[in-house]
């Protein structure tokens, strides 16, 4: 029966494996035999090592990025921005030429090559003792700003609204690497909790001051999470009902009656080619008169309230997709508010919450989908207008709905949705309520699990080299603001680091004059700097030394003494002799760790062992014991029950330990799905910057064979040439017309003495308006047909020409259509 009796075994040994690990993880006490059999998953094996590189080599691809995406869009933006500027004649096509030089696909390289230091002779990497000491410095100052949130909360109130934003921006989620591991998210998070509470202390008098001020950590808790982590969440929560609304060709939602008035005149009037007998400035009461207006607007608010609906329902069951980091601060501004102003009632705290959730973080990307991500559009693709306004409306009605307003006074008109917004609202509360509802960042984050026996990595942030500079600056100019005492441990680390650098030194270049371009291109090297604790010191128990750091030295002297010396308590292991059979067993045991350490990649190293591997079993032990009088007398160990909260403490780092893998394999899924978002964004930036190109070239060929005027876009279908050279017009024909409503301090009797005539220039799309008056050539101006449309577009029915002439624009059109396009 030899197999049946090895299968009972094994059966009988799994069983007992379970058993004792359900021990481990349940047991307020769990026993010695247990945690010793467990201790051995606390060593870093070789396929940490690999995943710890893999998630240090991943989350340094992201935040390149990330830095170089945004600069990217930052750099597109302004491309869009001097194109129309360019279009509008306002600036020349040469400055457009020299900002698209910077568009150049291997910027994002030049942006963000984070080991360009290490390839620099003489740069903040280089060997020199003096820029060691340095680098060291700024080491010790940013684990400090990192670790220790009141600094940075302070420092965001020393400073103008305007330059604190640009501040956060750059800095604070450079110094946290956007988040992109847990222990950053926390501390990140706790940053955003102190300065939150800090601001809702010192800054805010009356409750709606959150509403309707612009409070600094709202703003970077939504740009955070509206960023790249929170995009997606936006993106699953919105996508689908914008994408439905945008489709639907036939949706057209106007709810101002004047706006649905002047639409129905220029409608009837494009149509027929004759004046309305209407007016065309009007009240909202003038136009709810219209039998058309009212039934247009009857039928506008039904599509509005069905689409609305499709947003509110995708919204309202969204709550566990809403991330962590958001949902926490809902919960700390409730809280602190309510501490705040306890006779508050519990409505008013929840809209200001329904502010920062909806109105705050969910609106704008409703109003402007394309430019938070939510919609993919195509270079140079954009929102009509319909599209535009349509989710616009929705927009007003959802914010109407989450802050329970009501549509009165000038929106009278708009009272049947009223009650819809009612039981909206009902419906959104319950939605902030649930959204406050989320575990501690101690719960969530399980910090614990930061412990040294746990994390192999050290803390790694890759910032510019400008970045480090603004950041001493800052906290030089206000040091005694965010640190009154004049121990705090800051102003040691400010006075260690001295005077501010310049960018050449740091980097190692000869100096360059103030205005010198090349000097904005060096502050934005970038260097990675591994941080660590200047006050953390290991080695020796001394008065000084961190209660923290010693309890840490002894759990892992405790792990390597248990595993080698049986016994049922740490007293009774550590009163007991060692066998020679078991000193063998450790050396072994400390030969093969002295190995593997040797292969540890540098990264991971820590910068003094610790513990000591030299020491025999017996050695260690006696520095347990001296280790163990010393946290007695600290109160942090408890002698009468022999230890056991120290096995404990060490049962808790197996467990987290466990936790701590399965996160990190979950974290390298998802920084890899980040990844492949942030390189299709950048695709997307690259074909952006294609397009843009060949617009520039479009415009380089045209003025070369001079062609004339540039189309807005190269994709734009550019109007038809003339088939007339040019129309001569009495102002009394153009009267008679429509076109013209009327001549500033002229009769109408004297309307055939005005001639005006119409006749295309060399640039498509543009006219040459010519006025006479009995003959004399009074003034000529330029009429672009495009601004015509685009005033059509706006709903403008009227404007003037020359200053003195009222002119129909939808008239105006149609003639020129009839005369010159042949349409």
Same mark, same amino acid.
């Given at each position: 029966?030899?197999?049946?009796?090895?299968?009972?075994?094994?059966?009988?040994?799994?069983?007992?494996?379970?058993?004792?690990?359900?021990?481990?993880?349940?047991?307020?006490?769990?026993?010695?035999?247990?945690?010793?059999?467990?201790?051995?998953?606390?060593?870093?094996?070789?396929?940490?090592?690999?995943?710890?590189?893999?998630?240090?080599?991943?989350?340094?691809?992201?935040?390149?990025?990330?830095?170089?995406?945004?600069?990217?869009?930052?750099?597109?933006?302004?491309?869009?921005?001097?194109?129309?500027?360019?279009?509008?004649?306002?600036?020349?096509?040469?400055?457009?030429?020299?900002?698209?030089?910077?568009?150049?696909?291997?910027?994002?390289?030049?942006?963000?090559?984070?080991?360009?230091?290490?390839?620099?002779?003489?740069?903040?990497?280089?060997?020199?003792?003096?820029?060691?000491?340095?680098?060291?410095?700024?080491?010790?100052?940013?684990?400090?700003?990192?670790?220790?949130?009141?600094?940075?909360?302070?420092?965001?109130?020393?400073?103008?609204?305007?330059?604190?934003?640009?501040?956060?921006?750059?800095?604070?989620?450079?110094?946290?690497?956007?988040?992109?591991?847990?222990?950053?998210?926390?501390?990140?998070?706790?940053?955003?909790?102190?300065?939150?509470?800090?601001?809702?202390?010192?800054?805010?008098?009356?409750?709606?001051?959150?509403?309707?001020?612009?409070?600094?950590?709202?703003?970077?808790?939504?740009?955070?999470?509206?960023?790249?982590?929170?995009?997606?969440?936006?993106?699953?929560?919105?996508?689908?009902?914008?994408?439905?609304?945008?489709?639907?060709?036939?949706?057209?939602?106007?709810?101002?009656?004047?706006?649905?008035?002047?639409?129905?005149v220029n409608q009837m009037e494009t149509q027929t080619g004759e004046a309305s007998k209407l007016p065309y400035e009007v009240t909202p009461e003038q136009a709810m008169s219209h039998e058309e207006v009212r039934t247009r607007l009857e039928a506008s608010i039904?599509?509005?309230?069905?689409?609305?609906?499709?947003?509110?329902?995708?919204?309202?069951?969204?709550?566990?997709?809403?991330?962590?980091?958001?949902?926490?601060?809902?919960?700390?501004?409730?809280?602190?508010?309510?501490?705040?102003?306890?006779?508050?009632?519990?409505?008013?705290?929840?809209?200001?919450?329904?502010?920062?959730?909806?109105?705050?973080?969910?609106?704008?990307?409703?109003?402007?989908?394309?430019?938070?991500?939510?919609?993919?559009?195509s270079a140079g693709g954009q929102l009509t207008t319909d599209q535009r306004r349509n989710l616009g409306s929705i927009a007003k009605m959802l914010q109407h709905a989450a802050s329970n307003k009501m549509f009165l006074g000038d929106n009278a008109h708009l009272?049947?949705?009223?009650?819809?917004?009612?039981?909206?609202?009902?419906?959104?509360?319950?939605?902030?309520?649930?959204?406050?509802?989320?575990?501690?960042?101690?719960?969530?984050?399980?910090?614990?699990?930061?412990?040294?026996?746990?994390?192999?990595?050290?803390?790694?942030?890759?910032?510019?080299?400008?970045?480090?500079?603004?950041?001493?600056?800052?906290?030089?100019?206000?040091?005694?603001?965010?640190?009154?005492?004049?121990?705090?441990?800051?102003?040691?680390?400010?006075?260690?680091?001295?005077?501010?650098?310049?960018?050449?030194?740091?980097?190692?270049?000869?100096?360059?004059? &103030? $205005?010198?371009? %090349?000097? @904005?291109?060096?502050?934005? /090297?970038?260097?990675?700097? +591994?941080?660590?604790?200047?006050? *953390? =010191? &290991? $080695?020796?128990? %001394?008065? @000084?030394?961190?209660?923290? /750091?010693?309890?840490?030295? +002894?759990?892992?002297?405790?792990? *390597? =003494?248990?595993?080698?010396?049986?016994? @049922?308590?740490?007293?009774?292991?550590?009163?007991?002799?060692?066998?020679?059979?078991?000193?063998?067993?450790?050396?072994?045991?400390?030969?093969?760790?002295?190995?593997?350490?040797?292969?540890?990649?540098?990264?991971?190293?820590?910068?003094?062992?610790?513990?000591?591997?030299?020491?025999?079993?017996?050695?260690?032990?006696?520095?347990?014991?001296?280790?163990?009088?010393?946290?007695?007398?600290?109160?942090?160990?408890?002698?009468?029950?022999?230890?056991?909260?120290?096995?404990?403490?060490?049962?808790?780092?197996?467990?987290?330990?466990?936790?701590?893998?399965?996160?990190?394999?979950?974290?390298?899924?998802?920084?890899?799905?980040?990844?492949?978002?942030?390189?299709?964004?950048?695709?997307?930036?690259?074909?952006?910057?294609?397009?843009?190109?060949?617009?520039?070239?479009?415009?380089?060929?045209?003025?070369?064979?001079?062609?004339?005027?540039?189309?807005?876009?190269?994709?734009?279908?550019?109007?038809?040439?003339?088939?007339?050279?040019?129309?001569?017009?009495?102002?009394?024909?153009?009267?008679?017309?429509?076109?013209?409503?009327?001549?500033?301090?002229?009769?109408?009797?004297?309307?055939?003495?005005?001639?005006?005539?119409?006749?295309?220039?060399?640039?498509?799309?543009?006219?040459?308006?010519?006025?006479?008056?009995?003959?004399?050539?009074?003034?000529?101006?330029?009429?672009?047909?495009?601004?015509?449309?685009?005033?059509?577009?706006?709903?403008?029915?009227?404007?003037?020409?020359?200053?003195?002439a009222t002119i129909n624009v939808n008239l105006l059109i149609f003639l020129l259509n009839k005369k010159f396009y042949g349409k």
């Amino acid at each position: 029966h030899i197999n049946d009796v090895v299968k009972i075994q094994a059966f009988i040994r799994a069983n007992k494996a379970r058993d004792d690990y359900k021990t481990l993880i349940n047991a307020d006490d769990p026993p010695m035999a247990v945690v010793r059999k467990f201790v051995h998953l606390l060593d870093h094996s070789d396929q940490d090592f690999q995943e710890e590189l893999d998630l240090m080599r991943l989350r340094e691809e992201v935040i390149t990025n990330i830095r170089s995406n945004q600069q990217l869009e930052n750099d597109l933006n302004l491309m869009d921005i001097k194109i129309g500027l360019l279009v509008k004649n306002k600036i020349t096509l040469q400055e457009v030429v020299s900002h698209s030089n910077k568009l150049t696909k291997k910027n994002k390289g030049e942006l963000s090559n984070l080991m360009m230091m290490n390839k620099q002779r003489g740069g903040l990497k280089a060997l020199s003792k003096e820029k060691r000491l340095k680098l060291e410095a700024y080491q010790y100052l940013f684990y400090l700003l990192q670790t220790n949130p009141t600094y940075l909360a302070k420092l965001i109130f020393q400073m103008p609204q305007n330059k604190s934003t640009k501040f956060m921006d750059s800095v604070i989620f450079t110094l946290y690497n956007y988040a992109s591991n847990q222990r950053e998210e926390y501390l990140l998070l706790k940053l955003f909790k102190t300065a939150l509470q800090e601001e809702i202390k010192s800054k805010v008098d009356q409750i709606q001051e959150i509403v309707t001020g612009n409070p600094t950590v709202i703003k970077m808790v939504v740009s955070f999470n509206r960023g790249a982590r929170g995009q997606n969440a936006l993106r699953q929560i919105l996508a689908p009902v914008v994408k439905e609304i945008m489709d639907d060709k036939t949706l057209n939602i106007k709810t101002d009656p004047v706006d649905i008035y002047k639409s129905w005149v220029n409608q009837m009037e494009t149509q027929t080619g004759e004046a309305s007998k209407l007016p065309y400035e009007v009240t909202p009461e003038q136009a709810m008169s219209h039998e058309e207006v009212r039934t247009r607007l009857e039928a506008s608010i039904k599509n509005m309230r069905m689409v609305t609906d499709k947003f509110l329902s995708a919204i309202i069951v969204s709550v566990d997709k809403i991330p962590y980091g958001m949902r926490f601060t809902s919960k700390v501004l409730k809280d602190t508010l309510h501490e705040k102003f306890p006779d508050a009632t519990e409505d008013e705290l929840l809209k200001i919450v329904g502010n920062l959730l909806y109105y705050r973080y969910m609106n704008p990307a409703i109003v402007a989908p394309d430019a938070f991500d939510i919609i993919d559009l195509s270079a140079g693709g954009q929102l009509t207008t319909d599209q535009r306004r349509n989710l616009g409306s929705i927009a007003k009605m959802l914010q109407h709905a989450a802050s329970n307003k009501m549509f009165l006074g000038d929106n009278a008109h708009l009272n049947p949705i009223n009650e819809y917004l009612s039981s909206s609202y009902q419906k959104f509360r319950r939605f902030f309520l649930a959204a406050c509802d989320v575990p501690s960042l101690e719960d969530k984050f399980n910090v614990d699990q930061y412990s040294d026996l746990v994390t192999l990595q050290k803390p790694v942030i890759y910032i510019s080299i400008g970045e480090v500079i603004n950041t001493h600056t800052l906290l030089l100019d206000h040091q005694d603001a965010i640190a009154s005492e004049h121990n705090d441990p800051i102003h040691e680390l400010l006075e260690d680091l001295g005077e501010v650098p310049t960018i050449e030194s740091l980097i190692g270049e000869n100096p360059l004059p &103030p $205005g010198d371009p %090349n000097r @904005e291109t060096m502050g934005k /090297t970038e260097v990675s700097l +591994t941080l660590a604790n200047k006050f *953390d =010191v &290991p $080695g020796e128990a %001394n008065a @000084e030394m961190d209660a923290r /750091t010693l309890l840490l030295n +002894t759990k892992r002297l405790i792990v *390597d =003494v248990i595993r080698f010396q049986p016994g @049922e308590t740490l007293t009774e292991i550590l009163e007991g002799a060692a066998s020679p059979e078991q000193d063998v067993e450790y050396q072994r045991a400390m030969q093969r760790r002295a190995i593997r350490d040797a292969k540890t990649p540098e990264k991971m190293k820590q910068a003094k062992p610790v513990v000591d591997d030299s020491l025999t079993l017996q050695g260690k032990k006696d520095k347990i014991r001296s280790n163990l009088q010393r946290l007695a007398e600290l109160g942090k160990v408890h002698p009468e029950n022999r230890y056991q909260d120290l096995i404990n403490d060490i049962a808790k780092d197996i467990r987290n330990q466990r936790r701590y893998r399965q996160r990190r394999k979950a974290e390298l899924v998802k920084l890899q799905q980040t990844n492949t978002a942030l390189n299709s964004k950048t695709a997307f930036y690259n074909v952006q910057i294609d397009y843009y190109n060949q617009y520039i070239k479009t415009c380089m060929d045209n003025l070369a064979s001079n062609k004339g005027k540039l189309s807005k876009k190269p994709g734009d279908t550019k109007a038809k040439k003339s088939k007339q050279v040019s129309q001569k017009y009495t102002a009394a024909r153009l009267h008679e017309k429509g076109v013209l409503i009327e001549i500033e301090d002229l009769q109408t009797n004297q309307f055939k003495n005005v001639i005006f005539e119409i006749s295309p220039s060399e640039a498509v799309g543009v006219f040459d308006v010519k006025a006479k008056f009995m003959g004399v050539h009074l003034e000529t101006l330029q009429l672009e047909y495009q601004d015509l449309l685009q005033l059509q577009y706006e709903g403008v029915a009227v404007m003037k020409l020359f200053d003195r002439a009222t002119i129909n624009v939808n008239l105006l059109i149609f003639l020129l259509n009839k005369k010159f396009y042949g349409k």
